[in-house]
């Protein structure tokens, strides 16, 4: 890329310009370690440090323009002293989403875009829908937390939904490679922090909205508050889970605007809903009922959360013009998305469940459906993550005993909280009884409980999923569930 500053600053509120607008920018940049000649560094102030902090850094290694929230005096000597053009703006977040946006020249609006939102379940959707429409010919990109795609091709991602910069030059790699529709996952800190302002958004989808992030929101009024603005920003169809307490509150909000609302659920008044469900240990069925056709449904996945993750997929295809047949190809060829009930095979009975379940909600999905079909015991492996929202971690602690035989506390990505602290915070919730063990090392809770186990017993390995790295301090180490799980069975 190679334009004007002037250019990447159309539609930008800002106050004041500090020299030449017509500056040469090859690149944007929110990282000072990252900038290059010729690069506009925007300053972002964040929850750890503020970028305002290395404005220095930027001008040394290229930057040709800076754009600023604040006038500080050092800022002020930098003004003057550097051949460097300063852009002051009320809000860097917002103008580093506009911004990235002209600097690849709007993508998003040069294809259809599909954003899931919800607190469980997007992954998971944003996968099946990727499955069904690449199985009809569609040329496909998916950006979420486990990785980013373009047209078959896999990338590395480090959150949810990336930054601004990242997005909208994955929404131009899509262009450039023909991409017909990009389904991506779109978290509640991406809506809050300003990071999808001008994403062009076609279809959007509302899963479920349970305790999680609270650290962050402080209550669920503000977490669903961050949620609902997805549904603002859509041009085509909303697509809401009104089996959801939330999202019939969602759903009764957006009625007033223009934007064709779509709803699904397991009850009949919803457009597109389940009936005749049969579940079993290694599959769900059920018949699908739409306005314009109704068949029967089959996924390889069990779980009743499973069938609103499917019924939330097939409703974005329904709407973007897919018939039953479409939808049956592409469903039959689902497969389990990694981390998300996944089964680690072995030769000794066992049913072992490798799930990202992380949130009181999505661990009570998980063992409900366990429960619906083990023969034998279910014992559980979890812990809950450092520097997160820890009003969740007794709840978690009451659901994992409740539901299971047997329950070993271990870590899961302390990051920098003491391991004690989570762990205590956990065991709150859990009445006195003899029915968990704290094992602090996660292989060793992992091995405990595949020893433990016995022919017709479930081990779940929980809040992991997908994950190749664990946490601790502030080092990473390589950890996967499921190949601690394998190297301890092959043993």
Known sequence: MNLKLKEILIDIEFDKIFGDKFVKVDGICYDSRKVEKNYLFVCIEGFKTDGHKYIKNA????????????????????????????????????????????????????????????????TSITHLINTILRENNYKCG???????????????TSRTT???????????????NKVDICTMEVSSHSLDLHRVD?????????????EDHLDYHKDMRSYKNAKIKLFYKTSDV?????????????????????????????????????????MKDSFSSFTLITPKYSGRIRINIPGLFSIYNILASISACYS???????????????????GRFELVENDRGIKVIVDYAHTPDALR????????????????????????????????????????????????????????????????????????????DRYEAIKKALEFANKDDVVLIAGKGHETYQIIGDRVYDFDDKAVAEEILRR
């Open 59 to 122: 001008i040394d290694k290229g930057a040709s323009a800076v754009v600023i929230e604040k006038i500080t005096e050092d800022i002020e000597k930098y003004i003057e002293e550097n051949n460097v053009v300063f852009v002051k703006v009320n809000n860097s977040r917002k103008a580093l989403s506009k911004i990235a946006s002209n600097f690849y020249k709007n993508p998003s609006k040069k294809l259809k875009v599909i954003g899931v939102t919800g607190t469980n379940g997007k």
């Open 142 to 156: 998916l950006i979420g937390t486990i990785q980013n795609e373009i047209s078959g091709k896999v990338y590395k």
């Open 162 to 176: 990336p930054e601004a910069v990242e997005l909208h030059n994955l929404f131009n790699e899509m262009v450039q």
């Open 198 to 210: 001008d994403v062009n958004f076609n279809i959007g989808i509302f899963t479920n909205l349970t």
């Open 238 to 278: 909303n697509i809401i889970n009104i089996d959801d307490k939330y999202g019939k509150e969602i759903y009764d909000e957006i009625k007033k605007i223009n934007t064709k609302i779509l709803t699904y659920g397991l009850n009949s008044r919803c457009d597109i809903y389940a009936k005749d469900i049969d």
């Open 320 to 338: 973007l013009g897919l018939n039953y047949e479409q939808i049956l190809k592409g469903v039959n060829s689902i497969k389990p998305v990694r």
């Open 365 to 440: 999905n998980v063992l409900s459906t366990i429960k619906g079909f083990v023969r034998g015991k279910i014992i559980t492996v979890f812990g809950c993550g450092g520097e997160r929202d820890s009003a969740k971690r007794p709840v978690m602690g009451k659901i994992a005993t409740e539901l299971s035989d047997y329950v070993i506390i271990t870590n899961d990505n302390p990051r920098g909280e003491k391991e004690d602290k989570i762990i205590n915070d956990i065991l709150k919730g859990i009445d006195f009884n003899e029915k968990y063990t704290v094992i602090k």
